[in-house]
Nanobody
Framework: QVQVVESGGGSVQTGGSLRLSCAASGCTFVGYGMLWYRQAPGKEREFVSGINNYGSTNYADSVKGRFTLSKDNAKPLVYLEMNSLRPEDTAMYYC???????????????WGQGTQVTVSS
């Protein structure tokens, strides 16, 4: 029912910037939070950043001070502004929406398909 779509990935040089977006749709959202994860080849998927329904954000230590997560004020849409990118930021970035739809009784997790970020040195 809920669709999550990421966009904005690409290839940049070290020190460059990218802005990822994640949009959720498919229901009348009662409440939602959005979280970003990333997974590099051969590594475990790791938490990057998240924002809750109240706008409070959290960041992994590895990206703190470089990445900024913001939420649209009217719809389930978030932006992950990534600055001062490093090669170690290279990964597939996945967006997860934790949401409850108006016609449902419980919260659920919904994943996007991911967007690739490649940072070259």
């Amino acid at each position: 029912q809920v669709q999550v779509v990421e966009s904005g990935g690409g290839s940049v040089q070290t020190g460059g910037s990218l802005r990822l977006s994640c949009a959720a749709s498919g229901c009348t959202f009662v409440g939602y939070g959005m979280l970003w994860y990333r997974q590099a080849p051969g590594k475990e998927r790791e938490f990057v950043s998240g924002i809750n329904n109240y706008g409070s954000t959290n960041y992994a230590d590895s990206v703190k001070g470089r990445f900024t997560l913001s939420k649209d004020n009217a719809k389930p849409l978030v932006y992950l502004e990534m600055n001062s990118l490093r090669p170690e930021d290279t990964a597939m970035y996945y967006c997860k929406t934790n949401a409850r739809c108006g016609g449902e009784a419980r919260w659920g997790d919904y994943w996007g398909q991911g967007t690739q970020v490649t940072v070259s040195s």
